[in-house]
């Protein structure tokens, strides 16, 4: 089984395939163990100058290990940290990666799904999206995880070693020349009205150059499979266990709206709930076992990749971050007008895969990123509480991840 980054810790089993988490993080106690090792060694050192040598090591290894601030509450089961390379896909990355963590649960811990499978077959419906409205509308990488959801429904899904989307040795994903020769394409197309009829195939010629043709029929740990019967029969994919989320005052609450976003060129609906139930809504379908799919704004100064730590601050932090620092917790209208100003932005799709607490009790979300292993968490960030109800776009979860009275509520 594919396990959260707490593995030194015992915990006992829990039901819905997370892990809860009752004694000390595993880093201090990593710490700990090298420091009673050190002592140890020691005594020996005027026996054995090997020792000395040993010691120096492991003394160096003790002081630079990275130590977290944060105590786990916990850590849901989730596939390995991936990179999106050159490629503004992380769409497809965040929610296959939700997928992941539900097929873990249903035991399969090593399936990896192919994002640029997903990538390729949205980037199609871009183009027809971009055809029928006269090019008078958004055409770039970018898409919502609600995309994928009805991309797998419509076109399945195939492992990543069946299709990578990496052609010719290439190691990480590119799109900067693809999406501009797509789009360069789809205009000239555009120049002359009537359009031809067959204009796809050329433009599916593209793909096929640039990320290789998938396969109609593929094998996969010895049963052949189509696309449409992978997702059915080894995700056991249902498009209609997953709900679209967010909290803005321009639409009614409890009702769903075309969230006005640039990426949202397929008109995703999104059903709108209070800030304080969009929160709680949040914090117990991780703390419930359920993944959540985060699309947020994070190109602004309190998302630190490097440190680790996504905060609302007061005072941006000088040297080492304190998880217990002074924030700013927004309200529905102060989140609403920055959502109207355009400063909070739809940037970015991350994967809540755990809940940590600070000394004080604050509650942070273990953030899964798509930018390889990078940053002081390799590949992972902290999310605070404040951050997450200021910065935050939309959220994708398993409807069983809602309470019966929100279910009522929403009309499901």
């Given amino acids: ?13 829990w039901g819905s395939g997370g892990r809860w988490f009752e004694s000390t993080h595993p880093d201090k106690r990593l710490f700990k163990s090298l420091l009673f090792i050190n002592f140890k060694i020691i005594f020996m050192v005027k026996r054995n100058k090997l020792f000395l040598i040993v010691f120096l090591v492991l003394s160096f290894v003790s002081l630079s290990f990275p130590q977290d601030d944060l105590t786990p509450v916990i850590i849901l089961d989730y596939s390995p940290v991936k990179d999106q390379g050159m490629t503004g896909t992380c769409w497809s ?10 097929a873990i649960k249903n035991g399969h811990s090593d399936l990896n799904i ?3 499978y997903i990538v390729r077959n949205i980037y199609i419906k871009k183009a027809r999206n971009y055809i029928l409205r006269q090019g008078k509308c958004n055409f770039a990488e970018g898409a919502m ?3 994928v959801i009805t991309g797998i429904a419509k076109y399945g899904a195939m492992p990543e070693e069946v299709y990578s989307g990496l052609k010719q040795g290439n190691k990480i994903h590119n799109h900067s020349v693809l999406i501009k020769t797509l789009k360069n394409y789809l205009d000239r197309v555009l120049q002359n009205i009537p359009i031809p009829l067959d204009w796809e195939k050329g433009y599916i010629k593209i793909l096929d150059d640039f990320l290789g043709k998938p396969p109609e029929r593929f094998t996969y740990k010895g049963i052949e499979y189509t696309p449409e019967e992978f997702a059915n029969e080894v995700l056991k994919f249902n498009p209609d266990n997953y709900i679209n989320l967010t909290s803005f005052t321009h639409h009614p609450f409890y009702q769903p709206f075309i969230l006005e976003v640039p990426d949202n060129f397929s008109g995703g609906k999104y059903y709108n709930v209070p800030l304080e139930e969009f929160m709680e809504i949040t914090r117990n379908a991780v703390l419930s076992g359920y993944s959540v799919l985060w699309d947020a704004d994070v190109s602004n100064d309190n998302f630190k990749t490097d440190e680790g730590y996504a905060m609302q601050w007061r005072t941006q932090p000088k040297g ?7 924030e700013f917790m927004c309200d529905q209208n102060y989140r609403q007008n920055l959502f109207e100003n355009l400063t909070t932005q739809d940037d970015h799709l991350m994967q809540f895969v755990g809940i940590e607490k600070s000394k004080s009790g604050k509650l942070f ?10 940053g002081r968490f390799k590949g992972f960030i902290k999310v605070s509480e404040a951050y997450f109800a200021l910065n935050t776009i939309a959220i994708i979860l398993h409807k069983d991840a809602l309470s019966n009275d929100m279910k009522i509520k929403l009309g499901l």
Wanted: proline residues 4%; without cysteine; hydrophobic residues 40%.
């Fill in 320 to 326: 080492k971050i304190d998880p217990d620092a002074d």
């Fill in 114 to 116: 192919s994002e640029m």
């Fill in 365 to 374: 979300y273990l953030t899964k990123n798509s930018w390889g292993e990078i």
């Fill in 93 to 102: 990355f965040a929610t296959l990666s939700l997928l992941e963590t539900e």
């Fill in 145 to 147: 995880g609600h995309d």
């Fill in 1 to 13: 089984m594919v396990r959260g980054v707490a593995q030194l810790v015992r915990v006992p089993e």
